[in-house]
Every structure is written in C-alpha cells, then in structure tokens.
C-alpha cells in the first residue's frame, strides 16, 4: 500500500528563506520578522521588494522601488477598454483574471523569463494591479473609471481610484496594513500553483493567471467574501451560535475557521481582530463584529479540540466593509496583495527550477482491451 500525501499535506517540495510558518503555535515570520511587526512597523511597499529581493531592503532601495511602483501605475488604454466592456454579472475575480491574462498580451516583455525580466515584470503586475482592480469595481457599478495618482502610497491611490476620492491617512493605513498582512503565506495553493506553472518555464502572467484562479476558490481567498454572506445569513449576534451549532451539526464547514497548517490561531486574524474591534466601536457597524466574536466563541468551544481557529479571512471583510467595499471584492483585495508573494515565490523557484510534477496511484483497470461502441451495453 502506498503511502499518499492527500492534498500533498506535509509534503516538502522546495526550500525558501521567504516564510515561516508554525501552525502549532500560530506564528508567522517573514525573512524571520514576526508579522506583527511588519504590520506595526512597515509599509506593503517594503515587505513586498523584500520578498521579491529575499533580503530587507536598505532606505535607498526602497524609495527606488517605491518610485518604480508609482511611476508604473497606469494600465494600457487596451485594458481600460476591455474592463470597461466586460459583462457587468461577472464576478471581480473572473474579472481579474481575464485582464491580467490580457495585460500579458500587450506587454512586449511578457515572454521574457529570465530572472531580470521577471522581477521587472513583478514590479509593473505589483503596481499595475491596484489600477486593474479598481478600474474592475468602477466599470461594474457604471462609474467613470479613475486614473491612478503618483502622489499616494500604494493603499491610498487604491482607495482612491476606487472610492473616487482621497482616503483619509487613517483608512490609508488600514489598509496598508491589510495588504502586508495578505502579501505572503508559503506554499499556500495559489502561490503553489504560480510555482507549478512557473515550473515549466511559462511566463510571469501565465504564473499569476493561474495563481488568480486558485485564489479565487472558497477554500481558499474566496473564503473572505463567504464569511462575509455568513454573517448577512446569521442577521443579528443573538442568533449566530445557533446558526453555527447547526452547522456543524450537519457537519457543515464554517467559513473563515480551519486551516492546513495552522491548527491553532492564525496570528493574522489576531491583528485584523483588533481592527475590526476598532471598526466595530464606530457607531453602527458593531453587529458584524459582534456576530464573529460570538462565531468564533462558539467554533472554539465546539472544535477548537481538532485544530479549528479563525483564519486570515474571518475579520478581513469586517475591516474592508468599513472602508466602503463590498464583499465581492475582497478576494480581489487579497489578490492586491498576495501579488507579491506570488512573484517573489516564483523568482525565488526559478533560481534552481525543477518542473513540478507528482504522481499518483493508479488504481484503474489492467489488462482490458479495447470494446468496439457496437459491443458495449
Ligand atoms: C487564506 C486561506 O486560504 S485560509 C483558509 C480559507 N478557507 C476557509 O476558511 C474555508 C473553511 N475551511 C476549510 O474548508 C478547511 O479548514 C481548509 C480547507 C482551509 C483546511 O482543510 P484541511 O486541512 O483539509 O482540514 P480537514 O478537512 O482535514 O479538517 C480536519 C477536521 O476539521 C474539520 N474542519 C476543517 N475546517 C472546518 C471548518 N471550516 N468548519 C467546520 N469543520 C472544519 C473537518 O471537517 C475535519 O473534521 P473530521 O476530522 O471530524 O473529519
Ligand atoms: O497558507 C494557506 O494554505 C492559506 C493561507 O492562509 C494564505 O494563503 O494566506
């Protein structure tokens, strides 16, 4: 009997020096600093060039960085165009996908794979996200879509290309925060997949269009939107213990809880917790944050035993409803951010590529052969 690693659990394929995980005891480092403190501390802009270059950058590097991301903001008329004519019913994600796929097309370097070319096409997908996302919500909801602006950091000209006007500092940081926390998490399924097909020496978009798709599923990044549909299913706190002992007593999964590798805490999820207490003491927006504490009450208590705790995407959605987004584009958010954690992952396996290919156990028929259509029943 073979030994199979479901869902390749535990399964080591490749070294990195970018993260660290312990799921026991629910940290997170990245180049070995707690993600705590790059949440308190730092800027998405410099925990994303310290992922693509593996080393913290010096003060000169990255405001040399930060002017390459300010400076290549702007996406092709060719996409506006095409964002602007996408069926309004898709969802953001499907959305993104197709436009990052098409911004591959109309980038004369695209086919380049050496390492050069993949951190320079990393910095434009980087920068160049933010103005595709935006743009994706404006053409939905019938607006004028806003050019990015040089002036703001990364989080503010996204929130002011999407909201159409300039966030206050306060929102800025928010979140920037948000996106430091979302930029990188190991061998999660998406940045696994970029790798696979960074593997077979394709391209960088082809890497992030197939990193888009598997961050798109509820398992995985599409979990933030589900949480969010959870609480408007739940309504009010006084009835979300119910609704989840009912839940798992038909054995149903709970959105936002569980996690591969964390069986405890994930330690995102403890800083977003703390922002979204803050966004809950505003007047108003309480009853989201109230019907979580209850949830994750309730999802402790009941299987906290087997591993279960909130994950990154339990108070994310919390937090993003507050700044004025709406749940169908917080996967696309995470994208926002998980972009570099994609690139960098990619960069850093290409160093000493070996393409990426499994097996498994065959456990068909032996010894048939073939039936003419006529003589099957
Ligand atoms: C950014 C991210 O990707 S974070 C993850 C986002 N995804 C979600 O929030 C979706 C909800 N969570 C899940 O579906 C899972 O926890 C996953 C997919 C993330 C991880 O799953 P796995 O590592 O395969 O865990 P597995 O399915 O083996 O679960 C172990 C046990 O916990 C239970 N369990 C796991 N997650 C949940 C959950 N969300 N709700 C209820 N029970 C759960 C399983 O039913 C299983 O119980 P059993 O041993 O009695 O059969
Ligand atoms: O690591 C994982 O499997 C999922 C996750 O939390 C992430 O990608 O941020």
Same mark, same amino acid.
């Given at each position: 009997?073979?030994?199979?690693?479901?869902?390749?659990?535990?399964?080591?394929?490749?070294?990195?020096?970018?993260?660290?995980?312990?799921?026991?005891?629910?940290?997170?480092?990245?180049?070995?600093?707690?993600?705590?403190?790059?949440?308190?501390?730092? /800027?998405?802009?410099?925990?994303? %060039?310290?992922? =693509?270059?593996?080393?913290? +950058? &010096? !003060? #000169?590097?990255?405001?040399? $960085? @930060?002017?390459?991301?300010?400076?290549?903001?702007?996406?092709?008329?060719?996409?506006?165009?095409?964002?602007?004519?996408?069926?309004?019913?898709?969802?953001?994600?499907?959305?993104?996908?197709?436009?990052?796929?098409?911004?591959?097309?109309?980038?004369?370097?695209?086919?380049?794979?050496?390492?050069?070319?993949?951190?320079?096409?990393?910095?434009?997908?980087?920068?160049?996200?933010?103005?595709?996302?935006?743009?994706?919500?404006?053409?939905?909801?019938?607006?004028?879509?806003?050019?990015?602006?040089?002036?703001? /950091?990364?989080?503010?000209?996204? %929130?002011?290309? =999407?909201?159409?006007?300039? +966030? &206050? !500092? #306060?929102?800025?940081?928010? $979140? @920037?925060?948000?996106?430091?926390?979302?930029?990188?998490?190991?061998?999660?399924?998406?940045?696994?997949?970029?790798?696979?097909?960074?593997?077979?020496?394709?391209?960088?978009?082809?890497?992030?269009?197939?990193?888009?798709?598997?961050?798109?599923?509820?398992?995985?990044?599409?979990?933030?939107?589900?949480?969010?549909?959870?609480?408007?299913?739940?309504?009010?706190?006084?009835?979300?213990?119910?609704?989840?002992?009912?839940?798992?007593?038909?054995?149903?999964?709970?959105?936002?809880?569980?996690?591969?590798?964390?069986?405890?805490?994930?330690?995102?999820?403890?800083? =977003?917790?703390?922002?979204?207490?803050?966004?809950?003491?505003?007047?108003?927006?309480?009853?989201?944050?109230?019907?979580?504490?209850?949830?994750?009450?309730?999802?402790?208590?009941?299987?906290?035993?087997?591993?279960?705790?909130?994950?990154?995407?339990?108070?994310?959605?919390?937090?993003?409803?507050?700044?004025?987004?709406?749940?169908?584009?917080?996967?696309?958010?995470?994208?926002?951010?998980?972009?570099?954690?994609?690139?960098?992952?990619?960069?850093?396996?290409?160093?000493?590529?070996?393409?990426?290919?499994?097996?498994?156990?065959?456990?068909?028929?032996?010894?048939?052969?073939?039936?003419?259509?006529?003589?099957?029943?």
């Amino acid at each position: 009997m073979s030994n199979i690693a479901k869902g390749l659990e535990g399964v080591l394929f490749t070294e990195s020096k970018l993260t660290f995980i312990n799921g026991a005891e629910g940290i997170l480092t990245h180049l070995g600093i707690p993600i705590q403190e790059w949440a308190e501390k730092s /800027t998405f802009e410099e925990l994303s %060039l310290a992922l =693509l270059d593996a080393e913290l +950058p &010096t !003060a #000169e590097e990255l405001a040399k $960085f @930060d002017a390459e991301l300010r400076a290549n903001r702007s996406i092709p008329a060719e996409l506006v165009e095409l964002i602007e004519n996408m069926p309004r019913r898709a969802h953001p994600m499907q959305a993104l996908r197709t436009a990052v796929s098409y911004l591959g097309l109309l980038d004369p370097q695209s086919e380049e794979v050496s390492q050069e070319a993949r951190r320079a096409i990393s910095i434009r997908m980087i920068a160049q996200f933010s103005t595709i996302i935006a743009a994706i919500k404006r053409a939905q909801e019938g607006q004028p879509i806003v050019a990015p602006r040089q002036d703001l /950091t990364h989080a503010g000209n996204f %929130l002011y290309m =999407l909201n159409g006007k300039e +966030p &206050t !500092a #306060e929102q800025a940081r928010l $979140f @920037d925060i948000a996106l430091i926390l979302h930029a990188d998490h190991g061998m999660n399924a998406s940045t696994f997949t970029a790798i696979a097909t960074s593997s077979t020496i394709s391209d960088m978009y082809s890497c992030i269009t197939s990193a888009i798709g598997a961050l798109k599923g509820p398992l995985h990044g599409g979990a933030n939107e589900q949480v969010m549909v959870m609480l408007d299913e739940v309504g009010s706190p006084d009835k979300a213990a119910e609704y989840i002992t009912d839940k798992l007593d038909k054995k149903e999964k709970i959105m936002g809880v569980g996690h591969r590798v964390y069986k405890y805490f994930d330690p995102r999820s403890r800083v =977003l917790r703390d922002y979204a207490e803050v966004v809950a003491n505003k007047e108003g927006r309480s009853n989201y944050y109230q019907i979580l504490e209850t949830i994750e009450k309730t999802v402790v208590d009941r299987i906290g035993s087997k591993g279960i705790y909130p994950n990154v995407d339990f108070y994310s959605g919390t937090v993003y409803s507050d700044l004025g987004i709406s749940k169908e584009y917080f996967t696309p958010i995470f994208a926002l951010a998980r972009i570099s954690g994609w690139c960098a992952s990619v960069i850093e396996y290409s160093r000493d590529n070996r393409l990426l290919r499994p097996d498994a156990v065959y456990t068909g028929l032996s010894d048939q052969h073939y039936t003419e259509l006529q003589d099957r029943q």
